[in-house]
């Protein structure tokens, strides 16, 4: 061997036992720890009937707060698209009548581009952009990757323990 | 008498090919228990029809064949395995005799065989062929290192076989595997009475059907896939077989060299009608294979690989000189013990 390692260096190797030695029974304990295994509760999930549910503190895929009377929160300021690593978010403002006076006309995340880093809900200003505990994303077409609005906007309800988490972690 | 044996043949190929496939659901999901997994329950109730989409998948496959490949012996190759895998169930009894009407039937194929003992250690030497040349033919270095590697241990383990068995022969003074597994009739099966042969046959055993720890010829992070590297769909799908017919295979021979074959004890004191002892024989039997089995399939998930020195060492160095000690006591006990 060219190098030394812990398994050939015998200033750290232990001196095997006589009983250790002779092989045998150290086979019978390790058969014996196995068959202790084949009784142990099993860890796997039974996947598509037994689903996770993730804590407040998962970030799954973002989404937009839509308040009680169905318009959303966001402001159209722009900041997510400017903080996201990788360009994933577009948004395009316009003028409203409402108390916000302004609101996206278009907001899309391209959830191929998404790296769940959470930036974007960091840098909200509005708490209008928050990270859902949705984990299963998958497309047949890259053109279905992009959600719109449609997709995007979901009610303050279904985030509330989002929300409330991150009240939490401010203070 | 043909026909016979015809039949015969058809029911133990049926009933082994179904077995095999089953075996390697068994190693799936013991697998799977042993690493606190559930294993394969999707296809069928309880995943029991994973066997058939394996088989279904594998047919499916492309047949690759390398473009350096010898072209005959790469195809003969996994033939050679199979049929030797398969044609020692050929001599092992199965079961007592079974008087249908004024017949009765012997429950081997080959039951006229005297030289049962010797016919099984000849296959087991041939089947190292068909590995060593799928590993040389496949013209691809880790086939041929799985090849030679696989001679090599055959080899070296073939002898501490050898000497294992000669205790039972030695014990019950036949190389008949009728009249071993009469000898062991009373009760006393050789497992008793030679221990350190049982050991000896036992361990060579997971060397000769290249299971864990002694799988080196198929090695797979130093060998990618060993002998059967560049075979693909059917061809690998025989190699497969034909490995895991060797263990049912191992587990038969040693049921009846030294587990008593289909002797239970106490049952003949039942008073049963020789029919149904029959049957019972052969559930026997089968239980006992299936207990081996599970031991095979147990130690490949609990032991780690050995390094290539340390099963020479562990083949020549301390099977051998206690194969010999073996003989000697063996003979010791038939000489003084068994008066």
């Given at each position: 061997?060219?190098y030394?390692?812990?398994?050939?260096?015998?200033?750290?190797?232990?001196?095997?036992?006589?009983?250790?030695k002779?092989?045998?029974?150290?086979?019978?304990?390790?058969?014996?720890?196995?068959?202790?295994?084949?009784?142990?509760?099993?860890?796997?999930?039974?996947?598509?009937?037994?689903?996770?549910?993730?804590?407040?503190?998962?970030?799954?895929?973002?989404?937009?707060?839509?308040?009680?009377?169905?318009?959303?929160?966001?402001?159209?300021?722009?900041?997510?698209?400017?903080?996201?690593?990788?360009?994933?978010?577009?948004?395009?403002?316009?003028?409203?009548?409402?108390?916000?006076?302004?609101?996206?006309?278009?907001?899309?995340?391209?959830?191929?581009?998404?790296?769940?880093?959470?930036?974007?809900?960091?840098?909200?200003?509005?708490?209008?952009?928050?990270?859902s505990?949705?984990?299963?994303?998958?497309?047949?077409?890259?053109?279905?990757?992009?959600?719109?609005?449609?997709?995007?906007?979901?009610?303050?309800?279904?985030?509330?323990?989002?929300?409330?988490y991150?009240?939490?972690?401010?203070? | 008498?043909?026909?016979e044996?015809?039949?015969?043949?058809?029911?133990?190929?049926?009933?082994?090919?179904?077995?095999?496939?089953?075996?390697?659901?068994?190693?799936?999901?013991?697998?799977?228990?042993?690493?606190?997994?559930?294993?394969?329950?999707?296809v069928?109730?309880?995943?029991?029809?994973?066997?058939?989409?394996?088989?279904?998948?594998?047919?499916?496959?492309?047949?690759?064949?390398?473009?350096?490949?010898?072209?005959?012996?790469?195809?003969?190759?996994?033939?050679?395995?199979?049929?030797?895998?398969?044609?020692?169930?050929?001599v092992?009894?199965?079961?007592?005799?079974?008087?249908?009407?004024?017949?009765?039937?012997?429950?081997?194929?080959?039951?006229?065989?005297?030289?049962?003992?010797?016919?099984?250690?000849?296959?087991?030497?041939?089947?190292?062929?068909?590995?060593?040349?799928?590993?040389?033919?496949?013209?691809?270095?880790?086939?041929?290192?799985?090849?030679?590697?696989?001679?090599?241990?055959?080899?070296?383990?073939?002898l501490?076989?050898?000497?294992?068995?000669?205790?039972?022969?030695?014990?019950?003074?036949s190389?008949?595997?009728?009249?071993?597994?009469?000898?062991?009739?009373?009760?006393?099966?050789?497992?008793?009475?030679?221990?350190?042969?049982?050991?000896?046959f036992?361990?060579?055993?997971?060397?000769?059907?290249?299971?864990?720890?002694?799988?080196?010829?198929?090695?797979?992070?130093?060998?990618?896939?060993?002998?059967?590297?560049?075979y693909?769909?059917?061809?690998?799908?025989?190699?497969?077989?034909?490995?895991?017919?060797?263990?049912?295979?191992?587990?038969?021979?040693?049921?009846?060299?030294?587990?008593?074959?289909?002797?239970?004890?106490?049952?003949?004191a039942?008073?049963?009608?020789?029919?149904?002892?029959?049957?019972?024989?052969?559930?026997?039997?089968?239980?006992?294979?299936?207990?081996?089995?599970?031991?095979?399939?147990?130690v490949?998930?609990?032991?780690?690989?050995?390094?290539?020195?340390?099963?020479?060492?562990?083949?020549?160095?301390?099977?051998?000189?206690?194969?010999?000690?073996?003989?000697?006591?063996s003979?010791?006990?038939?000489?003084?013990?068994?008066?």
């Amino acid at each position: 061997m060219a190098y030394t390692t812990k398994y050939n260096n015998p200033a750290v190797q232990r001196k095997l036992t006589l009983w250790e030695k002779l092989y045998l029974p150290e086979i019978v304990r390790g058969l014996l720890t196995t068959f202790k295994h084949l009784f142990r509760p099993k860890f796997t999930r039974q996947y598509p009937e037994e689903r996770w549910d993730p804590p407040a503190s998962f970030r799954g895929r973002p989404v937009l707060v839509q308040e009680e009377n169905g318009v959303e929160r966001c402001v159209a300021c722009g900041l997510c698209s400017r903080v996201c690593p990788p360009l994933a978010i577009e948004v395009r403002a316009s003028e409203t009548e409402l108390l916000k006076e302004r609101y996206p006309v278009v907001f899309e995340i391209n959830m191929l581009r998404c790296i769940f880093c959470g930036y974007c809900e960091e840098v909200c200003p509005e708490e209008a952009i928050v990270m859902s505990k949705e984990y299963e994303l998958s497309f047949r077409d890259p053109s279905e990757g992009i959600f719109g609005k449609d997709k995007l906007l979901v009610p303050k309800a279904q985030v509330q323990d989002r929300l409330d988490y991150l009240a939490k972690m401010r203070n | 008498m043909v026909i016979e044996a015809l039949i015969k043949i058809a029911i133990i190929l049926f009933v082994v090919l179904t077995a095999v496939s089953y075996t390697v659901l068994l190693e799936r999901w013991i697998s799977a228990w042993v690493q606190d997994r559930i294993g394969p329950n999707r296809v069928g109730p309880l995943g029991l029809l994973q066997p058939l989409a394996d088989v279904l998948k594998l047919l499916l496959k492309e047949d690759i064949e390398p473009r350096q490949a010898q072209k005959w012996f790469h195809w003969v190759a996994p033939v050679i395995s199979i049929t030797v895998a398969f044609t020692v169930l050929s001599v092992v009894p199965f079961g007592n005799t079974l008087t249908l009407g004024t017949n009765t039937i012997p429950l081997t194929i080959a039951s006229g065989i005297n030289i049962g003992v010797l016919f099984i250690v000849a296959l087991a030497s041939l089947g190292v062929y068909g590995i060593t040349l799928a590993g040389w033919s496949s013209g691809s270095k880790y086939s041929l290192l799985g090849g030679l590697r696989s001679s090599a241990q055959m080899i070296s383990y073939e002898l501490t076989l050898g000497l294992g068995l000669l205790s039972v022969v030695m014990l019950s003074g036949s190389l008949d595997l009728n009249t071993i597994i009469h000898s062991q009739a009373n009760g006393l099966w050789n497992i008793v009475r030679a221990p350190i042969g049982f050991l000896l046959f036992f361990v060579s055993s997971f060397a000769e059907t290249n299971r864990l720890p002694f799988d080196l010829p198929e090695a797979e992070p130093e060998l990618v896939g060993g002998y059967h590297t560049e075979y693909s769909s059917m061809k690998f799908a025989l190699f497969f077989l034909a490995e895991y017919a060797n263990i049912i295979t191992a587990s038969a021979v040693i049921t009846v060299l030294f587990l008593g074959g289909w002797h239970l004890p106490f049952v003949s004191a039942l008073g049963l009608s020789p029919l149904v002892l029959t049957i019972v024989g052969v559930l026997a039997f089968a239980l006992k294979v299936l207990g081996l089995l599970f031991i095979f399939i147990w130690v490949r998930w609990s032991i780690p690989r050995f390094r290539y020195d340390q099963l020479m060492n562990l083949g020549w160095k301390v099977l051998l000189p206690l194969g010999i000690v073996n003989i000697v006591w063996s003979a010791f006990e038939k000489m003084y013990l068994m008066q």
